[in-house]
């Protein structure tokens, strides 16, 4: 259905925004809805943006600036979305302009909107009154050769685009920066504009970026030669206690002594095992790794050590066991409490001789096999209780490294979460924006008792739930909050904004909604009472006018018009 419509602005309200955004200036944080905000002076963007264009050149700056609008406004169309379902496409079409108001970086009147999502029809011709990229001109570049609200123009063809479901473009027809009287700006499809292609280059990475990507792309490709050859390997981490397991594998990897991985399940310990495998001499050879819990304990000596045929009923052929295929490599052995107490006889004997038999055979066979063997439950204790041989423990705790948890090691979170974003995008072929501020956040807080493993799952359910170009939120990542398993933050005071503009002290939802509430069932008014309450106050604020009424309580004008007849409310023709 086709939208016409020339709106002024200044006469719509978007209380909607403004109650997303919070100030907890406690914690230095300033939110709107889930993405985290910066109050950043505009001279100091002003002296940053002169210190771009010195350094890159005015073209290659243009691009920085219009990619950096697009981004915001790929987020601020996805808000929109959110708040306005119900909402018709004007209504969710100029929160854009709104929150760019709102925003403090320009004042938009809209002169002509026609909008036809079901074609894809879209034509936008607007005014752009007070931008803070004119007056960066102004006070720091002096007049320019061009028009120069570049981030402006990146966030409407960003912030369109998503709307509309196709890409559409942007330009600035007059500019207050190159000396016109006024910022225009149109919009409409991308094939409409003879320049396009010419102008989409813009929103690439610049030629000295990419000079510098090949270059570090080469790089990286002799930096991973050189690793492979070194059998440099390690996880995904940077914290100082994962910097400390990393140094002491540097220290075990170049010798043949056992390594015992200790720590919690998920903490990623096979992939220190194949570390110092990698980081050995033994490189070039097998890599075996082997669960034993997965094992029945009526085959693991077989699984491990091999049969001879006739061995037991079922072993139609012999077979070589999992060491004698990890020969002159590295074998790791996860939970290896789980052993039988013969497989633990069997596994001192190949640590102490370096020999092996096969279930059913009599002939010694040998095998050149490092070890390394990982548990997260205590060897130790398992020894008093008599469920592991002393001897056997004794020889696999020559060289113990505790891999911490994910909690004691929350600074590498980004990097994780960033490697299992690729991944999982990849896999289910989408592309999100990444977790919102509040998500990570959220993860930041988790006490992941899963570790990596279950950061794995919570992301691979995030990118799930998620759609094309959307941030993924806190509740696609997790289904249920328990708040035992987050580390509570120490109650802090917000800010939120009032209907006059100003910053209010304390918890809107808790001491208004809740208290609110209270009131109402406490003096027993009935829910039609509320009702009415609400449209009334509505109506008088939008001075009857049943539209302006309709936005304010986020709902359609039919659904309102109905409701004030159904409650007799009169209406304004």
Sequence with gaps: MAVSYKPKLKNIKFQDLTDQIRFLSSEGKIWLGEQRMLLMAVSAMGAFRREMVNSMGIARAKGF????????????????????????????????????????????????????QETGDFYAEM???????????????????????????????????????????????????????????????????????????????????????????????????????????????QSASYNKVCKMIDKAALGKVSVLLLGETGVGKEVIARSVHLRSERADRPFVAVNCAAIPPDLIESEL?????????????????????????????????????????????????????????????????????????????????????????YRLNVFPVQIPPLRERLEDLPLLTEHFLRKFEAEYNKHTL??????????????????????????????????????????????????????????????FIDDAGQVVSGDLQQEGSAHWAESIINNNISLDEVEETLMRRAMSQASQNVSEAARLLGLTRPALAYRLKKAGIPQKN
């Design 305 to 393: 050590f091999g049969v001879e045929k006739g061995a037991f009923t079922g072993a139609n052929q012999s077979r070589p066991g999992r060491f004698e295929r990890a020969d002159k490599g590295t074998i790791f052995l996860d939970e290896v409490v789980e052993l039988t107490p013969r497989a633990q006889a069997s596994l001192l004997r190949v640590l102490q001789e370096g020999e092996l038999e096969r279930v059913g055979d009599n002939r010694t066979r040998s095998v050149n096999v490092r070890i390394i063997t990982a548990t997260n439950e205590s060897l130790a204790e398992a020894v008093e209780a008599g469920k592991f041989r002393a001897d056997l423990y």
């Design 434 to 495: 990444g977790l919102s501020d509040k998500a990570l956040e959220l993860c930041l807080r988790y006490r992941w008792p899963g570790n990596i493993r279950e950061l794995e799952n919570v992301i691979e359910r995030g990118v799930i739930l998620t759609d094309n170009n959307e941030s993924i939120s806190q509740d696609a990542l997790f289904a249920v909050f328990r708040n035992s398993e987050f580390q509570q933050a120490s109650p802090q005071p917000s800010e």
């Design 127 to 237: 005014e752009w009154i007070d931008s803070f990229e004119v007056e960066i001109c102004q006070t720091e570049l002096g007049q320019m050769d061009e028009p120069a609200c570049w981030a402006l123009l990146g966030y409407a063809c960003a912030y369109t685009s998503s709307f509309m479901g196709r890409e559409i473009i942007f330009r600035e027809t007059s500019c207050r920066g190159c000396g016109d009287e006024k910022c225009i700006i149109v919009g409409k499809p991308a094939e409409q504009w003879d320049d396009a292609e010419e102008f989409a280059r813009y929103f690439k990475a610049d030629p000295i970026i990419e000079e510098l990507y090949d270059l570090q792309s080469q790089v990286s490709s002799l930096r991973s030669s050189l690793e492979k050859q070194q059998g440099q390997y390690y996880g995904i981490g």
């Design 65 to 116: 600036f219009l990619r950096l609008g697009y981004q915001s406004g790929l987020k601020d169309a996805e808000l929109a979305r959110k708040l306005r379902p119900h909402c018709d496409e004007m209504d969710i079409f100029l929160a854009g302009p709104q929150l760019h108001a709102l925003k403090g970086m320009v004042n938009v009147t809209p002169i002509q909107v026609d909008i036809d």
